[in-house]
């Protein structure tokens, strides 16, 4: 079995900066895609970004590209989320996940293999 466990959320001021983390346990999933959605109060889970594989391409959403950074540590069996310039707009509880399938799976999050139970981000204006 496989768990993906998240921290760093907390609170910080629109414009600041923050870094969540997603360590795995369980067996190897490094040949897994790796990456994070959210979800707002009140709204539907959504795509943030994620990290292939086999040659680290990275894709994110509109929402958060250029502010957004990820990156993995396959030694830690980590991935990070580098977030800058958060908006208001950015609080969410922020899932971790991962995935055996082609990437065009995380632009809708159905079938997803893993889960971590999330992390809350909360911006203030």
């Known amino acids: 079995q496989v768990q993906l466990v998240e921290s760093g959320g907390g609170l910080v001021q629109a414009g600041g900066s923050l870094r969540v983390s997603c360590t795995t346990s369980?067996?190897?999933?490094?040949?897994?895609?790796m990456g994070w959605f959210r979800q707002a109060p009140g709204k539907e889970r959504e795509f943030v970004v994620v990290i292939r594989w086999s040659d680290g391409s990275t894709y994110y959403a509109d929402s958060v590209k250029g502010r957004f950074t990820i990156s993995r540590d396959n030694a830690k069996n980590t991935v990070y989320l580098q977030m800058n310039n958060l908006k208001p707009e950015d609080t969410a509880v922020y899932y971790c996940?991962?995935?055996?399938?082609?990437?065009?799976?995380?632009?809708?999050?159905?079938?997803?293999?893993?889960w971590g139970k999330g992390t809350l981000v909360t911006v203030s204006s």
């Open positions: 996940a991962a995935d055996s399938q082609p990437i065009s799976r995380w632009y809708h999050g159905y079938g997803i293999d893993y």
């Open positions: 369980g067996r190897t999933i490094r040949n897994y895609n």
